[in-house]
């Protein structure tokens, strides 16, 4: 068996490494356009950060597990042909700022026709709209070569940052599918590692659906708690006890009940907002209005966060220089596509404050291209006073304390476990009176803080 997948971003690089890691009798080869993420995947600096990749990918390089940029020589080679490419939301024309552009899916496929000889099992890995699948198919039925195609759909559900945890150990393996015969081969991967029973299989629509459904589910419950958390902050409840008293109810379940600054990540508004687009397609309104008040939720949540610091901080941030903990989505991972501290931070800069940021994993390049494009999002230019505003005011360092030092306050966006190991003393020391905590991930020790003479307001708390 040969397997080749197009796309080496979060999902295709992880997800491959594990099959080739998993099955060392089928070679895999991931190919992607962009050299330099090959290149990165190649060397001993992979492109994503996660929690025990390297150990994965160092055991199969170079054995069964190939990155290359040659994508025609290995969909030839391939038996079983996965697409992982990016399916963002559309920016330009019909759907716009709602449904997924699916133009990158499309040209795997005219490319997999046109490279293909023999029978090919396609599968879908990228998060799609319902009913992809049909389009696939009949781009693929029209190749001129004499190829014969099944296609697959087989979502993704890792989480980043314990991406090789979830793929090690799934929940469960979706496959949807027409052909028992294709779904069967791809069955047999999987089951060099997942029990059989976790690996469900389904009809196509109900494959690409689930995937959607299941991210919606999930951001809601963040939705659901987070506006409770602006009911704790009213009335003196406190919603990490509020989460722990719902949570231990066996029909809600402790998990996704985290009250934060936020949801982001390169999945939840996106999938959402293709939800939505796909229900206003099929004339569904009500389901299409419910949905959509998850994302303006988690806005919501964003805005009130960086709304609460400026009232807190006597009504100005104005030149005020403040340590912005974490630029990343969540901890253990170098991802910071739609952070919520990349709105947290154009909102302060917007009140013209200082920001002196730190995030152990993302560089300094990568948050000042996050700052330029969230400026730029709303006309698609940016203009110069903008661009001056962030050079001027941003600056990255490389410790949390240089952050914190000669800052009227710390923001913490992202939950890293080394935030909750420093000299709280020393950084006092070093801030300016009164200090003040804005735990965006009810993180610290808050109590302890208090103690030393921060003053700590925290989401869905009063102080
Ligand atoms: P990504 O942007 O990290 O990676 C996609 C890669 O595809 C990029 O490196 C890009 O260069 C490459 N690519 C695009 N078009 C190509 C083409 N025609 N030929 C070769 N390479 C091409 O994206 P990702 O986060 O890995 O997500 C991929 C898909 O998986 C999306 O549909 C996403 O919704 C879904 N998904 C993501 C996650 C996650 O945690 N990131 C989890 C589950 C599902
Ligand atoms: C999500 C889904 O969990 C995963 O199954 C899917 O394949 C891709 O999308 P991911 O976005 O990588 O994964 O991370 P996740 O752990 O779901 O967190 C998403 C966002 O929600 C993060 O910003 C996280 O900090 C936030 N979150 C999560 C909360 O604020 N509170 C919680 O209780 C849980």
Redesign the pocket.
């Known amino acids: 068996m040969n397997i080749c997948c197009i796309g080496a971003g979060y999902v295709g690089g992880p997800t491959m490494a594990m099959i080739a890691y998993k099955c060392p009798d089928i070679q895999v080869t991931v190919v992607d356009l962009n050299q330099k993420r090959i290149d990165a995947w190649n060397s001993d600096h992979l492109p994503v950060y996660e929690p025990g990749l390297d150990e994965v990918v160092k055991a199969a390089r170079g054995r069964n597990l190939h990155f290359s940029t040659e994508v025609n020589a290995a969909i030839k080679a391939a038996d079983m042909i996965f697409i992982a490419v990016n399916t963002p939301t559309k920016t330009f024309g019909t759907g716009a700022g709602r449904a997924a552009n699916v133009e990158f899916v499309e040209k795997c496929a005219r490319q997999i026709a046109e490279a293909s000889s023999g029978h090919k099992i396609v599968v879908e890995k990228s998060t799609l709209p319902v009913r992809t699948a049909e389009a696939v198919k009949r781009i693929l039925e029209n190749s001129n070569n004499g190829s014969t195609f099944d296609v697959l759909s087989n979502p993704?559900?890792?989480?980043?940052?314990t991406a090789v945890q979830d793929l090690l150990n799934p929940d469960r393996v979706l496959i949807g599918g027409e052909s028992k015969a294709a779904i069967g081969k791809l069955v047999d991967v999987y089951a060099h590692w997942v029990p059989r029973e976790r690996i469900l299989t389904t009809n196509l629509w109900s494959s690409e659906l689930s995937k959607l459904t299941?991210?919606a589910f999930?951001a809601q419950r963040?939705s659901s708690i987070n506006a409770i958390s602006a009911l704790c902050e009213a009335t003196g409840a406190d919603v990490d006890e509020v989460a722990k008293a719902i949570g231990t109810d066996s029909r809600i379940g402790p998990k996704?009940?985290?009250s934060?600054v936020g949801?982001?990540?390169?999945?939840?508004q996106k999938d959402i907002l293709n939800l939505v687009y796909l229900c206003e397609h099929f004339g569904l309104r009500e389901v299409a209005e419910y949905w959509e008040q998850v994302i303006r939720m988690n806005d919501y949540q964003k805005r009130r966060f960086c709304e609460r610091m400026v009232r807190t901080m006597f009504n100005t941030v104005s030149n005020k220089q403040i340590a912005i903990w974490g630029f990343a989505?969540?901890k253990d991972t170098n991802d910071t596509r739609e952070s919520?501290a990349i709105y947290v931070c154009r909102d302060l800069l917007n009140e013209r404050a200082k920001l002196k940021i730190y995030d152990p994993q993302v560089s300094e390049e990568q948050v000042r291209r996050d700052l330029i494009e969230v400026f730029s999002y709303a006309t698609g230019t940016i203009t110069d006073q903008e661009r001056a505003l962030i050079a001027d005011h941003v600056s990255v360092v490389s410790s949390a304390e240089e952050a914190a030092r000669g800052s009227h306050a710390i923001a913490v966006m992202t939950e890293w476990d080394a935030f909750k190991k420093l000299n709280y003393e020393s950084i006092l020391q070093s801030m300016y009176r009164p200090a003040f905590v804005f735990d965006g991930r009810n993180l610290l020790n808050h109590k302890h803080l208090t103690s030393l003479g921060f003053e700590v307001h925290a989401i869905g708390k009063t102080t």
């Not at 949801?263 to 939840?268: E, M, R």
């Open positions: 993704e559900f890792l989480a980043e940052g299941a991210n999930l963040v996704f009940l985290k934060s949801f982001g990540g390169s999945c939840f989505f969540k919520a």
